[in-house]
Structure formats: structure tokens, C-alpha cells
């Protein structure tokens, strides 16, 4: 089972909809138990960094996330991939949930308008078990005005918005799509579905 994490700042029926289109058993919850006993977790977030961070540790469940990635896969998504860096930097310093070494700032692409909104390609850097059936160039959506600051070692494939975006990140068990995987068509469905087979 998948369990999409509900702290209440993710778009979490858009998730699960893609996963019930892909035939994939998965659960929208807020209960630790459910976390300890699913199979795989899904971390979505929409809005800004310290809200979500506020909401993620007023729910209780940062202890239980952090304990879990370490033993089975955790996808976060857009917001949800940048709050599992060390700190974000949206409106004030933040503390994330330090599962991926590095941090969350403004982008300064050039001549290019804050936020990106639409399909960018991916361009593959590390090898990645979640890209294994996209190709170097697959287009994907994305709506955000802030990214990852990490090492290359950690970043599975940019994108190029005026400067090198991480789109996808990983460290162990842990990966990040800075993209919207349940909104980017055949490829994103493919990667969630990669995902869901860890």
C-alpha cells in the first residue's frame, strides 16, 4: 500500500487519482500507524516552504517520516520534494527534514519569468531507479519559483529554465520530483508507477 501523507498542505486527491488510474492500492492519511505499516510513502506540498513545515510538525508525523525513509521509499512532490532538504529559504530560514543534503532558494534564471509554469525536459545526470523507463528530453510540468540547491551526486536529472534546475533528486530511499509527476501525462504516470514498484 501507498500512503499519501496528509498534513494538510498537499495536492493530495490529484496524487491519488493518478494512482488509482495506475490500479495502485494507496491510502490518504494523517495516522503514524498507517505510515509505519504502508509499503512506500508519497509526500505531496503545495504553497510556501515554513507554512508547510509548520503544518508537517504540528501533525506530529516528522518523527515517523524520518524513521521510515530510512527503511522503505519515500516520492516527494514539488513542495514536498524541497521540504526533504535541510533548510528552505521561502520568506525566512527553515528547517526541512534534512533526508536530502542541501537546500531550497529563490531561482535567478535569466530573462525568464518567476515562476516556471509548463513543460520543461528533463536532462538526465545520475542514474536513477525512477527513470529507468523515461527517456533523456521527456517533458514534464512544473509550477515553482523555488530549487533545490544540492550536489550533482544527488540530482537524478535537471531541467534547463535559464539556469540548472533539479528536477528529480535522490539519496537512498528518499527522491524528490520537483515536477508534478501526476500531472505530466504518460511520463509522470510512468514514474509513479516505477516508484510504486520499489
Known sequence: MTAIIDYGAGNLFSVKNALDFL????????????????????LPGVGAFPDAMRMLGESGLVDTIKSEAAKKPLLGICLGMQMLFEKGYEFEETEGLGLIEGSVKLMTPENLPIP???????????????????????????????????????????????MKVPALVFSGNVYGAQFHPEKSGDVGLGILKTFCNL
Open 116 to 162: 516556471q509554469i509548463g513543460w520543461n525536459s528533463l536532462e538526465f545526470n545520475e542514474p536513477c531507479k525512477l527513470l529507468e523507463n523515461c527517456k533523456n528530453g521527456d517533458y514534464v510540468y512544473f509550477v515553482h519559483s523555488y530549487a533545490a540547491d544540492c550536489p550533482s551526486k544527488n540530482v537524478a536529472a535537471y531541467c534547463d529554465y535559464g
Open 23 to 42: 490500479g495502485i492500492e494507496n491510502k490518504i492519511t494523517a495516522d503514524a500507524e498507517d505510515l509505519k505499516t504502508a509499503d512506500r510513502l508519497i
